[in-house]
């Protein structure tokens, strides 16, 4: 709970205290949600309080910084498997704490929960600066399990029908991704939602070329 409590408060003095006490806290879940039943590596715990408005991403970050120096595990998966820390980032607006994530080592090519990566979640959210980092070491022809959509594919949705989270820079993320030799589906063109957005049917043409 301690380690919860200077997360939610953005405390990175306390945070520090705790850690230099117990560095193996850095990898110790944090338990949240109605008694306790969700458990969340505190990297990712930053990322869903930068989401839900708690902390703002200047002070996020510091504590990003006190728990990989710690020695908080980048690449940590539940029993192997789901939402590393870049991937909640990715999925929660916390572009900021994502690109430092990719600095510490986060691993581009993990896959989430159903099958998708950070680059997916990136696209979907019109985060462009990560994008822009994930792209050269993605593949952007993976398509996940749920939807079996590729990360233009999950850019298109979130530029045509919002998501929650989104840093809003769809355009630069479409052209980024077209760019870097993502491949363009023609059934898009046949869409209505791409058809009635002016802005994406060009970037499409433009890469269809």
């Known amino acids: 709970m301690e380690i919860k409590t200077a997360i939610e408060t953005g405390d990175a003095g306390r945070l520090r205290r705790l850690l ?112 822009a980092r994930l792209i050269p070491r993605a593949d952007l022809t993976l398509r996940d399990e749920r939807y079996h959509a590729t990360p233009p594919g999950w850019a298109i949705e979130g530029w045509t029908s919002g998501a929650a989270g989104s840093r809003g820079r769809y355009r630069e993320v479409v052209a980024l991704l077209i760019a870097a030799g993502a491949p363009i589906e023609p059934r898009w063109f046949e869409s209505d939602e791409v058809r009635a957005n002016p802005t994406l049917l060009a970037v499409l043409r433009a890469g269809d070329r």
């Open 20 to 131: 230099d006490a117990e560095r193996t806290r850095a990898n110790a879940l944090v338990r949240w949600g109605k008694n306790g039943c969700n458990r969340t590596h505190p990297l990712h715990y930053v990322s869903d309080k930068v989401f839900d408005g708690t902390l703002q991403r200047d002070v996020a970050l510091p504590l990003i910084d006190l728990l990989l120096a710690a020695g908080a595990d980048v690449n940590f998966q539940t029993d192997g498997k789901g939402d590393t820390p870049l991937i909640g980032a990715a999925s929660l607006g916390a572009e900021e704490v994502g690109l430092r994530l990719l600095e510490a080592g986060a691993q581009v090519e993990r896959r989430g929960l159903f099958g998708e990566t950070a680059l997916h979640w990136a696209a979907l959210l019109g985060e462009e600066q990560l994008a």
